[in-house]
C-alpha cells in the first residue's frame, strides 16, 4: 500500500509541475460589429472553427468576444478568420497578436472609394455601417445595402479615414481598386 501512495504522490508532484495550460492565451476583443444576435452567433461561429481555440463567448450589449487560444499563434489564426469574416475589434493593444492591416487604402484624399468583404448580413448592418462613416468629413453618401459585402462611399474625403472608422466600428474592410 506504502508503494501505491508513494507512486500516486509523485505522479501527482510531476503532473502538477507541468506547465499544463501555460501557453493558453486568454483573449477578450472589444468594439466588434454586432448589431443583432446573428452577428454575435456569426462571431462566435467563426472563431468556434479555429482551431486550438476554446471557450468562445460573445456579449453582443458590450459588442465583444472572449475566448482562449493553445497560444498566440492560434489567437492570430482567430483574428485572421474573423477579419476573413468582415469583422475587425480591439485587441487592447496586444503585441503577440493584432488584426492585420491589410485594407490596401491609400492615404489620400478621394471622391469615391469602393469597399469590400465587410460583414453586412442585415439592415442593422447597413445602419451600423452608415453610422460609422457619418463622421468622416466629407462623406456625402453610400450604396450599401444589407447582405452585399461591397459598397461604394461618395463625397470629398480622405480614404484611409474612413476605412479607420470602419474599423473603429468593427468592420474589417478591403478596398477595392
Known amino acids: 500500500m506504502k508503494k501505491h501512495t508513494w507512486l500516486a504522490a509523485l505522479a501527482a508532484l510531476a503532473f502538477g509541475m507541468l506547465p499544463a495550460s501555460a501557453a493558453d492565451t486568454k483573449v477578450e ?7 443583432c444576435e446573428g452577428c454575435a452567433k456569426e462571431v462566435a461561429k467563426i472563431l468556434g472553427k479555429v482551431e486550438g481555440v476554446t471557450g468562445v463567448s460573445t456579449d453582443q450589449e458590450a459588442t465583444s468576444a472572449k475566448f482562449t487560444a493553445a497560444d498566440a499563434k492560434a489567437a492570430q489564426k482567430a483574428l485572421d478568420a474573423l477579419a476573413a469574416g468582415g469583422f475587425h475589434g480591439d485587441t487592447g493593444g ?15 484624399k478621394v471622391k469615391s472609394l469602393i469597399v469590400t468583404g465587410f460583414h453586412n448580413s442585415c439592415g442593422g448592418c447597413v ?3 452608415r453610422d460609422a462613416i457619418k463622421d468622416v468629413k466629407g462623406v456625402t453618401g453610400d450604396n ?14 480622405e480614404a484611409a479615414e474612413l476605412v479607420k472608422a470602419l474599423e473603429k466600428a468593427g468592420f474589417h474592410v478591403k478596398v477595392k481598386e
Open 94 to 108: 496586444s503585441k503577440e497578436f493584432a488584426f492585420k492591416n491589410d485594407s490596401a487604402v491609400k492615404s489620400e
Open 144 to 157: 450599401a445595402k444589407a447582405k452585399v459585402s461591397t459598397a461604394e462611399v461618395t463625397g470629398d474625403f
Open 29 to 35: 476583443l472589444k468594439q466588434i460589429h454586432m448589431c
Open 127 to 129: 445602419k451600423s455601417f
